[in-house]
T-cell receptor
Framework: AQSVTQLGSHVSVSEGALVLLRCNYSSSVPPYLFWYVQYPNQGLQLLLKYTTGATLVKGINGFEAEFKKSETSFHLTKPSAHMSDAAEYFC???????????FGAGTTVTVRA | NAGVTQTPKFQVLKTGQSMTLQCAQD?????MSWYRQDPGMGLRLIHY???????DQGEVPNGYNVSRSTTEDFPLRLLSAAPSQTSVYFCASSYSGQGSYEQYFGPGTRLTVT
């Protein structure tokens, strides 16, 4: 099974500041990569995904992520944090052509006014 | 479309009791799966199905049973509940059309075993 590491279980940012969430995976073969967001007491919602093609992927709510094969990374960024970005974020990977997801432990983002 | 629905939203069981968590999707997705979410551990795959009549084990299958008689439904059965099964359970569905592989998650069932 894939191994996924999210650096930092909690991240606190000021409103308007850059949001950077780190994700590294273990596979030597490029996997499919996903970022999900979970608001309190809700299910998971897809922010963005990388399967093939352009390595810089844009998602919903102003988020984007870049797949870097040499670094086995898929870090998530947003240039300017909004109070509504407070949530838990999960990085997930699957083998190419496989549905089974392996999740990171998650990063909780708090946004300070 | 209702998407992925799960019932119940909350459940309290006593040790040794059995129950079934319901999951249904109306998107005609071939793939369905069950995850459990525990603090600091992300989500872990319990069981999954790639189509009606086909199921397989995920990372943490012990103590759980599944079946898939229709495309729409994928119930998860707890055979004899244990406190270690206290968790939030999520059902998800997906399809491979156009290379998607995006998974759609239900709202979750919060289970407490005492």
């Amino acid at each position: 099974a894939q191994s996924v590491t999210q650096l930092g279980s909690h991240v606190s940012v000021s409103e308007g500041a850059l949001v950077l969430l780190r994700c590294n995976y273990s596979s030597s073969v490029p996997p499919y990569l996903f970022w999900y967001v979970q608001y309190p007491n809700q299910g998971l919602q897809l922010l963005l995904k990388y399967t093939t093609g352009a390595t810089l992927v844009k998602g919903i709510n102003g988020f984007e992520a870049e797949f870097k094969k040499s670094e086995t990374s898929f870090h998530l960024t947003k240039p300017s944090a909004h109070m509504s970005d407070a949530a838990e974020y999960f990085c997930a990977v699957s083998d190419q052509g496989d549905y089974k997801l392996s999740f990171g432990a998650g990063t909780t983002v708090t946004v300070r006014a | 479309n209702a998407g992925v629905t799960q019932t119940p939203k909350f459940q309290v069981l006593k040790t040794g009791q059995s129950m079934t968590l319901q999951c249904a999707q109306d998107m005609n997705h071939e793939y369905m799966s069950w995850y459990r979410q525990d603090p600091g551990m992300g989500l872990r795959l319990i069981h999954y199905s790639v189509g009606a009549g086909i199921t397989d084990q995920g990372e943490v299958p012990n103590g759980y049973n599944v079946s898939r008689s229709t495309t729409e439904d994928f119930p998860l059965r707890l055979l004899s509940a244990a406190p270690s099964q206290t968790s939030v359970y999520f059902c998800a569905s997906s399809y491979s059309g156009q290379g998607s592989y995006e998974q759609y998650f239900g709202p979750g069932t919060r289970l407490t075993v005492t």
